[in-house]
């Protein structure tokens, strides 16, 4: 049930008069309220950014009802103020809530209402008020709430977008009948394409970190919306502000973890909205490869040529990543820069696994783009047999094998015969 709060002394019941606040004298605020709602105010923003939206209207409203019964005079500035900011929040909580499940527009505008009692020209509420009655179908009151926002704030463009819809509404179907959650979305959108109108202009002055940080800002604002409830708009400005930030921060190698964790994040964050987003999966497959997690990216670059076969940049990028891995394949052969070096037989199976992976890889794009992959099979096979040949050759030269264990370390004098052969026929 909605409360509204008391407006004057001759509304403080005389049921209330009888009790005995433990910080006060009978129906006083008590001395320790404006500390507790500004505890309530903390904690919903928490639970709120959690995704608990119904916990976080129980804290707004808990708070709230412990001071409702106290004549509003009695106040004053500073709780009043609280106050409304309270009252703004849960409605904008309930009108989120409000988009897949209707009946609830109800308590949001209950509480816009309390809010303009304490504040009859605070934009937010009229604004928020408007939006519950546009998702109720009141396109004449919802237009005349838009209407009063813009007379006080004649750049509100949120506002006037929300006016023409409802004029719009009232020209289609003048009694009022429409569809329901035609109001909240703009509301719901605007700040997080305010900061990612703001990414793209430092990312294009090529101020990447400060880019991350605005889109991710952008990405915040529409965190604390469950997933069910979010409309297509804003899944999909999240899932650009996600992919937006990951980008930047592949760009941001200077900082520790940017290019490779952080930006991971960033991208997973998108695929969790849009699992074949193919923008997110090849950005992520990036992290990966800067992190040298090869077979994650791999796996990611395949992923996005198997969506898009003419992607020449994933393409590239396997390209890139077979020749690192094989970089990062040397090292360990010479043994690397500290620490105990590779047993023989566990680099002649990595390299005997990398050279099987390509072969995966380039038979997967074979498929992929429709080729003969028989004819690909036989192609390796023949390039296989010369590599043997190639091998075997390298290693009956002592000279040649001296040349060898001086590139690969000691490490290569530790194979056999067919471990040498085996390993330089893959590699």
Not at 8 to 22: H, T
Not at 114 to 131: E, H, M, Q, S, W
Not at 251 to 268: I, K, L, N, P, Y
Request: hydrophobic fraction near 40%.
């Amino acid at each position: 049930e909605v409360l509204v709060p008391q407006v004057g002394a001759e509304n403080a019941s005389s049921e209330v008069g009888g009790k005995q606040d433990a910080k006060g004298s009978a129906g006083s605020l008590p001395s320790d309220a404006l500390p507790a709602l500004e505890a309530a105010k903390t904690e919903g923003s928490r639970l709120f950014q959690e995704g608990k939206l119904g916990d976080a209207v129980d804290v707004y409203e808990q708070s709230l009802h412990a001071i409702e019964d106290i004549p509003v005079q009695d106040w004053g500035a500073d709780v009043r103020r609280i106050a409304v900011a309270l009252y703004c929040n849960a409605a904008h909580i309930l009108l989120k809530c409000a988009v897949s499940d209707p009946p609830t527009s109800e308590r949001a505008l209950g509480m816009a209402e309390k809010a303009l009692a304490l504040d009859p020209t605070n934009v937010k509420a009229i604004f928020r008020r408007g939006c519950a009655h546009g998702l109720a179908r009141r396109w004449r009151a919802a237009a005349d709430d838009f209407a009063d926002v813009l007379h006080a704030e004649p750049s509100n463009e949120a506002a006037r977008r929300e006016l023409q819809k409802m004029q719009s509404k009232l020209a289609e179907s003048p009694s009022e009948v429409g569809a329901v959650g035609v109001s909240y979305v703009e509301e719901e959108v605007a700040p997080a394409e305010a900061f990612k109108a703001e990414g793209t202009k430092l990312f294009q002055e090529g101020r990447f970190f400060d880019a991350y940080k605005a889109w991710k800002q952008g990405a915040d604002e529409l965190e604390g919306i469950p997933v069910e409830t979010l409309s297509e708009k804003a899944r999909k400005l999240k899932v650009a502000l996600c992919n937006n930030a990951a980008q930047a921060l592949l760009r941001c190698t200077e900082v520790e973890g940017a290019s490779t964790e952080r930006a991971r994040v960033m991208a997973q964050k998108a695929l969790a909205l849009d699992p074949g987003n193919v923008k997110s999966l090849f950005r992520r497959g990036c992290a990966y490869a800067n992190a040298e997690k090869w077979e994650l990216a791999s796996a990611d670059f395949t992923k996005v040529l198997e969506l898009e076969p003419g992607n020449e940049a994933a393409a590239r990028e396997l390209v890139r990543l077979e020749e690192s891995r094989s970089s990062s394949l040397a090292v360990a052969g010479r043994g690397g820069s500290g620490g105990s070096s590779p047993s023989a037989a566990s680099v002649v199976a990595a390299a005997k696994q990398a050279s099987e992976r390509l072969r995966r890889e380039v038979l997967s794009l074979a498929d992929a783009a429709s080729a003969d992959v028989a004819r690909w099979c036989q192609r390796f096979n023949k390039v296989q047999m010369q590599a043997s040949e190639w091998a075997r050759h390298q290693i009956s030269d002592p000279d040649m094998v001296s040349d060898l264990a001086e590139v690969w370390g000691p490490v290569f004098n530790d194979m056999d015969e067919k471990q040498k052969e085996d390993f330089l026929s893959s590699y």
